[in-house]
């Protein structure tokens, strides 16, 4: 009946909700074309996160202890990322991959993501004050931001597959990431000709990345003008 289909869907979407975001689980559910493997090129806006020194905090602290950390982290993380409408591709590691315009694209993907970023960085800073109560360390997060094409859909083997983004965009986005510092957030030219109008900047500095022979701007945000 149609009751129990609601029902069934409805079961799905919670449970699926704990792997992926709600809005890649409706795009599925409302599809039956949606869980084949295969993408289309799509213009994305692409934000990667990574918490600094990580692998020495590692080394010093007990396993749970890390655990409890990085979960906290990450639950204060990701509703911040719902809250911007981001969709999460993947954790790896301590580092946080987040799409901005799939599966729904907006105009305004570009400006969500720093919007986001500049959040999770206020919040990291919330979590770091109740951290220091509990004799917990210090965490610090930098994140690369940057727009351009890449390829997004199901990736992977018929039985085991992931909804992600692949392509040079992305590994730029990880590569401008890996510059910066913590409390930092890198920009690329693509991402801030979208904003310009709208942010403040710390400056920009010309770099040289692996993967790509001409120099390339990064711009250093400091606000979006209220």
Not at 199 to 223: A, F, M, W
Request: charged share 25%; hydrophobic share 40%.
């Amino acid at each position: 009946t149609k009751k129990q289909l609601e029902l069934r869907n409805d079961f799905i979407r919670k449970v699926f909700s704990f792997y992926m975001s709600d809005d890649v689980v409706n795009t599925i559910l409302e599809s039956p074309e949606q869980h084949k493997l295969g993408g289309k090129e799509s213009k994305i806006t692409i934000l990667f996160s990574d918490l600094r020194n990580f692998t020495p905090l590692s080394e010093q602290l007990p396993a749970e202890q890390l655990v409890a950390l990085l979960n906290t982290y990450f639950t204060k993380m990701v509703n911040v990322i719902e809250k911007h409408k981001g969709t999460i591709d993947s954790f790896i590691g301590d580092a946080i991959m987040v799409m901005f315009g799939a599966p729904y694209s907006t105009d305004d993907d570009s400006l969500r993501a720093i919007n986001c970023a500049l959040e999770m960085q206020q919040e990291l800073k919330k979590l770091n004050r109740v951290n220091k109560k509990k004799d917990w360390p210090q965490l610090e997060m930098g994140v690369g931001i940057n727009t351009g094409t890449a390829v997004v859909g199901n990736i992977g083997s018929k039985k085991r597959m992931q909804y992600s983004a692949i392509g040079s965009s992305v590994n730029l986005s990880s590569r401008i990431q890996g510059l910066s510092l913590g409390g930092q957030i890198l920009i690329s030219e693509s991402t801030y000709l979208e904003v310009a109008k709208d942010i403040e900047i710390n400056g920009h500095l010309r770099v040289k990345v692996k993967g790509i022979q001409e120099p390339i701007t990064i711009y250093d945000v400091l606000k979006v003008k209220s």
